[in-house]
């Protein structure tokens, strides 16, 4: 079972049932809201053992492998893919050592330990973060500060120098799609614009990430490069963004600049609506 799951069925339970369990800040009626009692004394009530299940599970300690920890975790790889992304430097997250979480004020702020890896060059380091999710109405980014050893250690200039000569001059507009193809291939030459199109895609995820979600990027539909300006390399991408926990396919077109020396920049983004024979998952719902 999900714990997600678990924690919507828990919520209306406390939020209508024993009133000393809701003793958080009491600013406003937890309507509908994902609030949940963290300092709860568990020898005073008569909370059902999956109340005291769920507590243990989204608040203190952290199991490493369940989703409140990876999600969280997800959110810092997009975090440091928006500062230090580029056509040859993609983050991932590959482990979770250790996480916490706790609520503050109006906020869940979660501690974690994790080893982050570049993709292309494989080179691995550690990094400590801290995140904020803002929570109740009118939901913001989630705020990041993480600070690493190791990661960024991959000298990426040359390349980045090669491609960014390459597609400056725009008398040759470069394109692509499917990428990969529904068989997991892609052409090496699109291998650049793939992770530029992951990196781009992580300042969206970052934005529209909660505690409820848990995005990747699918697929590069399509891009299409555009006329360069002001020494910025710009691209339009159409992407799949795959959120885990609901199975959805959600899409996004992005206008993308790029150089070595302003980055990755996300200047437009347009949700687009829902299409009903995009190429889902087979578990998916739409
Ligand atoms: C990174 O790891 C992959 C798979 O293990 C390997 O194919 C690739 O050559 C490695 N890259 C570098 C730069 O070591
Ligand atoms: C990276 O390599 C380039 C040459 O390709 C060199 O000029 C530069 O100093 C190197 N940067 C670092 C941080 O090592
Ligand atoms: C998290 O984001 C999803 C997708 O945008 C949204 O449906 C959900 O209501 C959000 N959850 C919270 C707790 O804000
Ligand atoms: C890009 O892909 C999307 C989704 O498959 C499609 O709707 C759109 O027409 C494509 N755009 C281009 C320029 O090919």
Redesign the pocket.
């Known amino acids: 079972m999900d714990w997600t799951l678990l924690i919507l069925l828990v919520v209306p339970t406390v939020v209508h049932g024993n009133p000393t369990v809701t003793v958080r800040t009491g600013s406003g009626p937890p309507v509908g809201s994902d609030q949940h009692p963290n300092s709860v004394p568990l020898s005073e009530d008569t909370q059902t053992t999956t109340e005291v299940m769920v507590e243990v599970m989204t608040t203190g300690v952290l199991n490493p492998s369940h989703y409140p920890a990876r999600r969280a975790a997800t959110v810092v790889q997009h975090y440091l893919n928006t500062l230090y992304g580029s056509p040859y430097r993609w983050i991932f997250l590959s482990k979770v050592h250790s996480g916490s979480a706790e609520d503050v004020a109006e906020m869940r702020k979660y501690q974690l330990e994790l080893t982050m890896q570049e993709t292309i060059s494989n080179v691995s380091g550690q990094c400590s973060a801290e995140l904020l999710f803002p929570r109740g109405e009118g939901q913001s980014a989630p705020q990041v500060q993480a600070s690493y050893e190791g990661l960024l250690q991959s000298n990426t200039t040359a390349q980045e120098e090669a491609f960014y000569q390459q597609h400056r001059a725009s008398n040759n507009m470069v394109s692509g799609?499917d990428i990969p193809d529904s068989y997991g291939h892609m052409e090496p030459s699109m291998k650049p614009f793939w992770h530029l199109g992951g990196v781009a895609s992580s300042f969206i995820m970052l934005r529209e990430s909660n505690e409820s979600t848990l995005y990747n990027m699918a697929q590069v539909?399509?891009f299409?490069q555009l006329e360069t300006e002001k020494d910025q390399l710009r691209f339009?991408y159409?992407v799949?963004l795959h959120e885990m926990i609901s199975q959805e396919i959600i899409?996004w077109k992005l206008l993308v600049t790029w150089s070595p020396e302003q980055g990755v920049q996300v200047l437009q983004t347009e949700l687009?609506p829902k299409?009903h024979d995009?190429e889902a998952p087979p578990n998916t719902t739409n």
């Open positions: 799609n539909a399509n299409t339009n159409h799949l899409h687009q299409s995009c």
